[in-house]
């Protein structure tokens, strides 16, 4: 039997922090299923969340599911600009059984159940927070027709760079924006091509150049792993390495990717990184990266140093998700932002040399 | 029935103008299965083939199937860099009905079953091709571990720049090599992650930027179709856009990809690219992108105005694949060599106008 690392992790007593009940959804007669892979910023005295936001029409017809796709040539965010798709729950062609998406009976996605933006939420104390009534960042063009979702945040001198997915009928991709006051964005363009997620941006230059973890997924050979890449200017990258791999078996064997932006400590970069099985369990693992080469990977977690385990996050919309995008690190000790269940926002705190522990 | 274009394509009577047979291994007991899907250039009064040469160990036991694999630490590229895999032919747990992949039970590609370099040829006229002795270009680390495959050519400035297929159990990465004179060639790293194939660079900067169209495979959601991107530097990529999409039906339906560099008309950008269908029918279209704004189609070719019909497109190793990776243009007359049945490699003459007239 395995020992469980020990490590102790306090999971906030408020949490979760923010649910979807939390959030006023973009229209009247909209649901929200959810408020979660926020990326996280300290922006003046405040601790900024920019949530993923998850909503559909509310469901009214128990024999229907409708899915909201954004218009390709939709010039703004309205109810204009969403276009319904009604589906037959009883359809025999098509697969609901995975919440999150539709499937076909080829196994394809064709569809995905609701329509993400990302949203800010500001906290003094970093555990109570106001959400905004509006979007902050809604999806906007081709490319992101089926939404934005999982942002994370590095602050880069004077500006915070947001790394998300850009998700429509083309695959998923990542798009760049940056911001100085987490109230106008400005939109970077789309920095990788599908099919790529989980971008964590190195809060500095490293050799002279910017850095990036990614994680594509590959079709046909390969598996969703680790990369590194390199950019003179944070828009367009290249050099792009292999960092680190799944394992053969256990809770990282299905797919990993990084979580929360890379955080500078004397023995290297410490990134914490999800990780997933076959049954879809998210948990988070760390791993030690070189200070001048962040491409070698130094030391990491056998075993994930935080799991699924409260009640809020073995429970919920897509249960057994832990899944952090962002943290917060004040003399040691770390704050983290996770989603728990593709649901809600939950926070933890932990110490840093208690995860380089692990890491030995 | 379809009305087939009327384009005055004439194969060269030369044709397959290089087969396997014509080169030479890399080492003493390998074999060539293919010499095909070269890279094109004009380099002094040389017109410049740079083959995709696919090898293997000469098969000696009918029962047994040998697969060779560059090993990821290898320093260079002799017989010891290269590891052999010996696979029982009737183990079941193995699928061989493609010839050019070795797949598991779970349809999952698991070994290539040739090894590819890249090997200059040479001719004068165009035709009558001298191949080099040894390996040009050959796979290296460990993202090339399953070989380098179907280069192209552009001609920026006064070198050559040559994208390929990085291809290794990471996956399918895009590679940029460097050139002045096709002997001495510099690496400038890999460009693009993977899954992603099929790169042509466009031979100016336009508005500024060098530019370039690819082709991602998504997983999960998303095709295998052409997209645009550019660059400060030929190294570094960014502004993904999508370009244009496989068709509902026909013989570009499952997955389309460029072919040879865009060729600069006064109405726009010629982009000759392949099309296959469901039957992995490879074929060559052409597509018109606006001069100043590549990610724009103007036109597009319903139909291919070429597809296999000689005897040795029709037949060999992966059979019914015409597939083109470069091409040569004098006054308005083009000279595309391409591979076929992804074995060996033939030419083929067509005026340019012919296939504005099926644009239009």
Same mark, same amino acid.
């Given at each position: 039997?395995? *020992?469980?690392?020990?490590?102790?992790?306090?999971?906030?007593?408020?949490?979760?922090?923010?649910?979807?009940?939390?959030?006023?959804?973009?229209?009247?007669?909209?649901? *929200?299923?959810?408020?979660?892979?926020?990326?996280?910023?300290?922006?003046?005295?405040?601790?900024?969340?920019?949530?993923?936001?998850?909503?559909?029409?509310?469901?009214?017809?128990?024999?229907?599911?409708?899915?909201?796709?954004?218009?390709?040539?939709?010039?703004?965010?309205?109810?204009?600009?969403?276009?319904?798709?009604?589906?037959?729950?009883?359809?025999?062609?098509?697969?609901?059984?995975?919440?999150?998406?539709?499937?076909?009976?080829? !196994?394809?996605?064709?569809?995905?159940?609701?329509?993400?933006?990302?949203?800010?939420?500001?906290?003094?104390?970093?555990?109570?927070?106001?959400?905004?009534?509006?979007?902050?960042?809604?999806?906007?063009?081709?490319?992101?027709?089926?939404?934005?979702?999982?942002?994370?945040?590095?602050?880069?001198?004077?500006?915070?760079?947001?790394?998300?997915?850009?998700?429509?009928?083309?695959?998923?991709?990542?798009?760049?924006?940056?911001?100085?006051?987490?109230?106008?964005?400005?939109?970077?363009?789309?920095?990788?091509?599908?099919?790529?997620?989980?971008?964590?941006?190195?809060?500095?230059?490293?050799?002279?150049?910017?850095?990036?973890?990614?994680?594509?997924?590959?079709?046909?050979? /390969?598996?969703?792993?680790?990369?590194?890449?390199?950019?003179?200017?944070?828009?367009?990258?290249?050099?792009?390495?292999?960092?680190?791999?799944?394992?053969?078996? /256990?809770?990282?064997?299905?797919?990993?990717?990084?979580?929360?932006?890379?955080?500078?400590?004397?023995?290297?970069?410490?990134?914490?990184?999800?990780?997933?099985?076959?049954?879809?369990?998210?948990?988070?693992?760390?791993?030690?990266?070189?200070?001048?080469?962040? !491409?070698? *990977?130094?030391?990491?977690?056998?075993?994930?140093?935080?799991?699924?385990?409260?009640?809020?996050?073995?429970? !919920?919309?897509?249960?057994?998700?832990?899944?952090?995008?962002?943290?917060? *690190?004040?003399?040691?000790?770390?704050?983290?932002?996770?989603?728990?269940?593709?649901?809600?926002?939950?926070?933890?705190?932990?110490?840093?040399?208690?995860?380089?522990?692990?890491?030995?």
């Amino acid at each position: 039997m395995r *020992v469980k690392p020990q490590i102790g992790v306090r999971r906030s007593p408020l949490n979760p922090l923010i649910t979807p009940a939390d959030v006023k959804p973009s229209f009247p007669d909209w649901e *929200v299923l959810g408020a979660f892979n926020a990326g996280v910023a300290e922006c003046g005295d405040e601790i900024v969340l920019l949530l993923r936001v998850a909503e559909r029409p509310r469901q009214t017809d128990p024999g229907k599911v409708t899915v909201p796709v954004l218009r390709a040539d939709a010039s703004g965010f309205g109810e204009s600009s969403v276009c319904i798709v009604e589906l037959d729950r009883n359809d025999p062609d098509l697969d609901f059984s995975d919440r999150r998406v539709v499937k076909n009976r080829r !196994g394809e996605t064709i569809w995905l159940t609701t329509l993400s933006h990302l949203r800010v939420a500001r906290s003094r104390d970093g555990e109570r927070f106001t959400i905004d009534e509006q979007p902050s960042v809604v999806p906007a063009g081709p490319l992101e027709t089926w939404g934005i979702e999982d942002p994370r945040i590095t602050k880069i001198d004077d500006r915070f760079l947001v790394t998300y997915s850009a998700v429509s009928e083309k695959g998923v991709a990542v798009g760049l924006l940056s911001t100085r006051d987490f109230r106008s964005f400005t939109r970077e363009g789309t920095i990788l091509a599908p099919t790529n997620k989980d971008v964590v941006l190195f809060p500095e230059k490293i050799n002279g150049k910017y850095m990036m973890v990614h994680r594509p997924v590959p079709e046909g050979i /390969g598996k969703p792993e680790m990369w590194i890449a390199e950019s003179p200017d944070l828009i367009h990258w290249g050099n792009h390495r292999f960092l680190m791999g799944i394992s053969e078996s /256990g809770w990282d064997s299905a797919r990993i990717g990084a979580g929360c932006v890379p955080i500078r400590t004397d023995e290297g970069w410490l990134l914490l990184y999800h990780g997933a099985d076959s049954g879809h369990r998210y948990c988070m693992g760390a791993v030690l990266l070189d200070l001048n080469d962040p !491409g070698r *990977v130094i030391a990491r977690t056998a075993e994930p140093f935080m799991s699924p385990e409260a009640e809020y996050e073995t429970t !919920g919309f897509f249960a057994g998700v832990v899944f952090a995008c962002g943290a917060i *690190v004040k003399d040691g000790r770390v704050t983290m932002y996770y989603g728990v269940s593709d649901e809600s926002t939950a926070s933890a705190t932990f110490q840093l040399e208690e995860v380089f522990n692990l890491l030995k």
